[in-house]
């Protein structure tokens, strides 16, 4: 198994090569850099994602021995040390001839899905240039609709309401939030023409949180309103990314008279720079400046609900491959997603090889 992830600096010295992988060929203005460098430096240069992910790596490796799945498990990053094309080179001089990816991102767009599947066709391409033979690669379903990612994900809300002063707990509104991306990314995000507008990003999302939602009413026997809301928007201001920022919510909520509100970073598996800075750090402060009451909920991280999940997805990948017909676990409305992301599903702005896909110039 490939765990692949996003990756993120470890010290200050990292910052600004791990911002330049991420964003060449991107259009991220410059200020916008400048800026996210800035919250970088605020935690010594250092994103937790890294620690995190080995942490899940440990978990996985502890999961699977228990349940006598042997399988090894390989860890690489998109942006940053170790870099996935180190991985599968490793792999492939291990002699894996198949690998299946397990990508910490839960759902469909551009970002969560196609630009991990074109780095994995990045990094077969420079392995099989180098002589070695490349290993065939699949990719994971995504999970956002796994019991195993939804459960941990309520807990973490249910823990946060508590963490409110109790006169304010009982009114309190839920705003689920993950990354915006531009609204062109989201409409076609998913297989072409199955989601209206907003795509399978949106209607994955919105799935996820009214789950949530509702296993937390039956939880604490109050129903919550709650809404799906953006954070961590980048780019040029004239291209449209989805709306509204958190920290906009916020003052929409404290001007209808809300009394509180907690944060679910449902769009991310772990707390990192994304939730340590934008939720924890400037929207809290927003918060501070209305008055309101706010409390962020835990992401799953190495959950052993959320790492057992992982376990089923391996285990019923493998199934299906072998040509039985698993069952495929999921709650909501959307049902399982697909194994092998169609053709055209995702797009980017230009046409570049990806793996792990029915358009995969890889075996
Ligand atoms: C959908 C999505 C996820 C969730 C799925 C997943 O997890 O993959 C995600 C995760 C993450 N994004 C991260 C970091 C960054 N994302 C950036 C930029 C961008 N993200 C985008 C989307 C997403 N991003 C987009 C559309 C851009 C604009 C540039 C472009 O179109 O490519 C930039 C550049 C500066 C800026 O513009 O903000 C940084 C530094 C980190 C690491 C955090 C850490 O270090 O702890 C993580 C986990
Ligand atoms: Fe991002």
């Given at each position: 198994m490939l765990l692949l992830s996003f990756g993120g600096p470890e010290g200050p010295d990292d910052v600004v090569p791990f911002l330049e992988n991420v964003t060449r060929?991107?259009?991220?203005p410059r200020e916008r850099l400048a800026e996210v460098g800035e919250h970088y430096f605020l935690f010594?240069?250092?994103?937790?994602i890294n620690a995190q992910c080995r942490t899940l790596m440990d978990a996985l490796r502890k999961d699977f021995a228990e349940q006598g799945v042997e399988l090894p498990v390989y860890w690489g990053n998109r942006n940053w040390t170790p870099y996935l094309t180190d991985t599968l080179r490793e792999m492939a001089r291990d002699g894996r001839r198949r690998v299946l990816t397990f990508a910490t991102s839960a759902y469909a767009s551009y970002s969560g899905c196609r630009q991990y599947r074109e780095n994995l066709a990045e990094a077969l391409a420079a392995v099989e240039a180098e002589g070695l033979r490349p290993p065939r690669v699949d990719k994971l379903r995504h999970?956002?609709?796994?019991p195993g990612f939804l459960e941990p994900v309520t807990d973490g809300v249910v823990a946060a309401l508590e963490a409110l002063p109790a006169p304010v707990r009982e009114g309190a509104h839920l705003a689920f939030t993950t990354h915006s991306i531009p609204t062109a990314a989201a409409d076609t995000s998913?297989?072409?023409?199955?989601?209206?507008?907003?795509g399978a990003y949106v209607a994955q999302h919105l799935d996820a949180a009214r789950l949530v939602a509702s296993a937390v009413a039956e939880r604490t026997g109050t129903e919550r309103p709650w809404r799906l809301v953006y954070q961590s928007r980048s780019g040029p201001p004239a291209v449209p990314w989805l709306e509204p920022d958190i920290c906009d919510h916020l003052e929409t909520l404290h001007a209808q008279g809300a009394p509180a509100a907690v944060m679910v970073p449902?769009?991310?598996?772990?707390?990192h720079m994304e939730v340590l800075?934008?939720?924890?750090t400037e929207a809290t402060a927003k918060a501070g400046e209305l008055g309101l009451p706010v409390a962020r909920s835990a992401t799953v991280g190495a959950d052993p609900r959320f790492t057992a999940a992982v376990r089923e997805l391996v285990l019923e990948r493998a199934a299906t491959e072998r040509g039985a017909r698993p069952e495929r676990c999921a709650v909501g409305t959307l049902g399982p997603s697909h194994d092998v992301c169609p053709v055209?599903?995702?797009?980017?702005r230009t046409a570049r090889p990806a793996a792990a896909g029915a358009d995969s110039p890889f075996a």
């Open positions: 060929g991107r259009g991220i010594g240069g250092v994103s937790p999970f956002f609709n796994h998913g297989p072409p023409g199955q989601h209206g507008s907003g449902v769009g991310f598996v772990s707390d800075y934008d939720l924890d055209g599903c995702c797009p980017g």
